[in-house]
């Protein structure tokens, strides 16, 4: 079968033999657990093993460790990682042969082209609700499919096919404008932060696709209205109902009754309309903390009503959730020194997690934070001046580059620099390397301590090294 000239997606709609480049990564090993399960036989590579790469092969993908031009195969459809450069020898023997190679976001997109679409985008936010948004839909009868980017815990993994439901939830990923390519029926916008500005050019084309993703929805769209960039978009005439959450008082479901514990949150919801018998919700009780992830919340419970699961239903779903992997994830304890993690890595999202640490009551937070990208500490090192409040010490690491080259005095040091300038009292300090954390930190800790590690790279890697190491002091 070879696509149509001008197709925008491959045709999913019958069994196809699918390759794809790059298929360790979180994105595309998701999409690959989910063509698999809708009956495609799929083959992958990657350049090395990983836990990703094998539980692709124990679902039944053929998967290879390293690239190779035979591994393509028979296949009829080859997809690429963006993290792929093309010169691939894979991707050069595939053009060779005449087939296309499509993007991530084009496979994506032909995998949502099989199912009713919700999408939850958002610079933050989004892959927590995402999984909330599913177990909702879950809770509710809707047996959803879901492509999400992380593990759920209790679940096992954020990607799963159900052919007993109408209904995909889909992380709509906003780094590359694949959120625009989805055919989303419904969406979720948790917040619209300056980011991505190497791709988009400007922070008005950055906003400007979160409007275009928002008014192509024929559905309903819900919008963070504690969010000044999510906000906006409630002004746009659009075809679907606008549904507003926050603490906002002007909130369609506003969020009250609020109460943060150290792994735990609770509150109830307003609802404006008269949708439900007396204008509220809840209480609804969290097994996450944070007034960050009660938005998140918020915003899975109000798609979920919106898409047809009563209000009882979908407050046992939020219950249900234990998590996802890198988001605020307890990693252990030793010598009575707590070790959290959490993807964290743009100015609101450490202030968001500073703050849920702040709640549970730890004697010190002490915070470990590795920078993402050149071009992003570049653009945005300044608005991580005031993101640090509520961390009585805090290390930050030279930036994990993330595929990027070095950008000529561009460093973690800048970030220590604008927390210094900001509070000139900051115990902020500058550890370029996690040897170097891992060194300063055996100094640093003490018992009724939080070290909680924040970034996107391998700084997740830290905890464990911590709990291998012995006591602090030692």
Known sequence: MVEADGARSPDLSRPRRIHLVGAGGAGMNAIGSVLVAMGHHVSG????????????????????????????????????????????????????????????????????AQRRTAAVSGTHGKTTTSAMLALVLRAGGLNPSMIVGGDIVGVGSGAGWDPLGEWLVVEADESDGTFLELGAEAVVVTSVEPDHLDFYGSEGAMRAAFARFVGDAPGPAVLCLDDRGAAALAEFHRPGPSITYGVSDSADLRISDVVLGRADARFSLSVKGGSVEGGSVGPVVLSVPGLHNIRNATAALALGNALGVAWDAAVAGIGSYRGVARRFEVRGERDGVTYIDDYGHLPAEVSATLAAAHAGGWERIVTVFQPHRYSRTEALWRDFA??????????????????????????????????????????????????????????????????????????????????AAGSPGD
């Open 386 to 467: 005031r993101a640090f409040t509520g961390s009585d010490v805090t290390f930050v690491t030279d930036i994990y580059p993330a595929g990027e080259r070095p950008r000529p005095g561009i460093t973690g040091e800048l970030i220590v620099r604008a927390v210094r300038a900001a509070d000139s009292v900051a115990d902020v300090r500058y550890a370029p390397t996690l040897d170097d954390a891992v060194a300063q930190l055996r100094q640093v800790l003490r018992p009724g301590d939080l070290c909680l590690t924040l970034g996107a790279g391998d700084v997740t890697t830290l905890p464990g090294r911590m709990m």
């Open 45 to 112: 590579s990657d350049s090395a093993d990983s836990p990703a790469l094998q539980r692709l092969r124990q679902l039944g993908a053929e998967t290879h460790v390293g690239h190779d031009l035979n591994w393509i195969g028979a296949a009829d459809v080859v997809a690429r990682s963006t993290a792929i450069p093309a010169d691939n020898v894979e991707l050069v023997e595939a053009e060779r042969r005449g087939l296309r190679v499509w993007r991530r976001s084009e496979l994506l997109a032909a995998v949502c």
